[in-house]
């Protein structure tokens, strides 16, 4: 099943723990951040290679692709970018991190096609992207960084992958809670309607 960009906005929308997004980086600004364990669309390189189509094209035949989804225990981080005009962006500069342990970027897609292609290696233009990482399910935060030392505004984050409970909801509860016996005693010690009094 192909997956479109109106099924990929209904994924967890999850904002910056330290900032508002748009977040900005060197090349571009990350625009919104998504977790799910949908399977997503990707281009098969062998079928690729077997119809002589090695160049990445803005629309993707539907026979060079297939659906994959995260291992097990994991997740799909994706980024939407907006890139800086005269920046290119390439998958292969790009990472995740978090503890010490590094996520790289697995593939770019074009938001109007919404299909990660591999023979996309490099992004010239400032049209919307996808950037998409592979992380443990449980993770809660990240950073986002480039593979090369010393670049500028990098790196950002962390950036909160698991929404925590709002603290006025959980504030709520124990009164909501508390007025549930007084409102049962008040039950409980009025006097039944069909109730003769003894003789």
């Known amino acids: 099943m192909k997956l479109t960009l109106a099924t990929l906005v209904t994924l967890a929308t999850i904002t910056s723990a ?20 949908e399977a997503q669309r990707f281009t098969n390189l ?7 189509k090695k160049s990445p094209t803005s629309e993707v035949q539907e026979d060079l692709c297939e659906d994959k989804g995260p291992a097990e225990g ?20 790009y990472k ?3 503890d010490g342990n ?4 697995l593939s770019l897609a074009l938001v109007s096609n919404n299909v990660y292609d591999f023979r996309r290696s490099v992004h010239e233009s400032s049209e919307p992207i996808y950037l998409i990482f592979e992380t443990p399910s449980d993770l809660e935060n990240v950073m986002f960084t480039c593979v090369y030392a010393g670049i500028p505004y990098l790196p950002i984050g ?3 992958l698991i929404e925590k409970p709002a603290a006025t909801e959980e504030a709520e509860k124990p009164v909501a809670e508390a007025e ?7 039950e409980e010690e009025k006097p039944a309607a069909n109730d003769e009094e003894e003789e």
């Not at 907006?82 to 962006?89: D, E, G, K, V, Y």
């Not at 549930?180 to 005693?185: E, I, R, T």
């Open 180 to 186: 549930k016996p007084a409102a049962a005693k008040e």
């Open 18 to 37: 330290i900032a508002d997004l748009p977040l900005a980086f060197h090349a571009g600004k990350i625009e919104a951040v998504q977790v799910t364990t």
């Open 158 to 160: 962390p950036i909160q």
């Open 102 to 105: 590094d996520y790289p970027c």
């Open 96 to 98: 995740l991190v978090s």
């Open 74 to 93: 994991k997740q799909f981080v994706i980024l939407k970018i907006t890139p800086t005009p005269a920046r290119t962006i390439s998958p292969f500069d």
């Open 46 to 52: 062998a079928k690729c290679a077997a119809q002589n």
